[in-house]
């Protein structure tokens, strides 16, 4: 389970969606599941990778996560491919196009790179860290979490912000947005509300059917007993 913040704000939100879990038509659902249904465009699979790969990384280093960013680079950037959840909530708050870097493809995004100056994107697990104003005005660092597939992140400058190359009406026209220097930009319009909504800890997850990733990814094999002594500790702490 991913484990939410302990703000008295954030438990209260916690028992809302413990409630929401408890009547008898979506008893059954997992948090996966859940946040699938609020983002019906989405692939529900890809959906659930986020959230297991999202609670593998809190067995390791505890951090709790409101808020889940979920980029699915298998679809072209001229769709919807970014959706971010407030889990704590089980809402949806943004649904919204998302750019790709220059190297990575043209309208959709077939290579990665975890090197530098390779102005391609990164697949992967990342946590967020702090905003600043760069040339690209108001921007979220990220910390890649997976070694050898995003851990340059930092040093590469990978980082959430607006770009006005990123719009529905050049979508439209030409069949894909703009790309970047391997930065997942979005629209100008919500590039403030969406960094403020991930900052500070909070998961972004970054997906496309790569086959050596998949089978690699420390992220997406957790094994059971991680799982279980995550939850165990949830279950003996009074402060979660």
Not at 58 to 75: C, F
Not at 160 to 183: D, F, K, L, P, Q
Not at 222 to 240: H, K, M, N
Request: aromatic share 6%.
């Amino acid at each position: 389970m991913i484990l939410p913040s302990r703000s008295p704000v954030a438990a209260a939100s916690l028992l809302g969606a413990l409630v929401f879990l408890a009547s008898p038509v979506r008893a059954a659902d997992t948090l996966g599941e859940a946040l699938a249904r609020l983002a019906p465009s989405a692939d529900p699979k890809v959906i659930g990778m986020a959230v297991d790969a999202a609670e593998c990384a809190q067995t390791q280093d505890g951090k709790p996560v409101d808020r889940l960013a979920v980029i699915d680079y298998s679809r072209p950037s001229s769709q919807p491919r970014l959706w971010v959840f407030d889990i704590a909530r089980r809402k949806l708050l943004f649904q919204e196009l998302v750019a790709h870097g220059k190297n990575s493809g043209d309208a959709t995004a077939t290579r990665f790179s975890n090197a530098p100056d390779s102005l391609a994107s990164s697949i992967g697990l990342f946590r967020t860290s702090d905003t600043y104003m760069g040339k690209n005005g108001y921007s979220l660092r990220m910390t890649g979490l997976e070694q050898g597939v995003n851990d340059q992140a930092l040093a590469r400058a990978i980082v959430i912000h607006g770009a006005s190359y990123v719009n529905e009406a050049m979508a439209r026209v030409a069949g894909r947005i703009g790309r970047s220097w391997g930065c997942p930009a979005v629209r100008m319009a919500i590039a403030h509300k969406l960094i403020d909504a991930l900052k500070g800890g909070q998961m972004v997850f970054s997906y496309y059917p790569d086959k050596r990733w998949l089978a690699s990814s420390p992220y997406l094999k957790c094994s059971a007993s991680q799982l279980a002594r995550a939850e165990a500790r949830v279950a003996t702490d009074p402060g979660t």
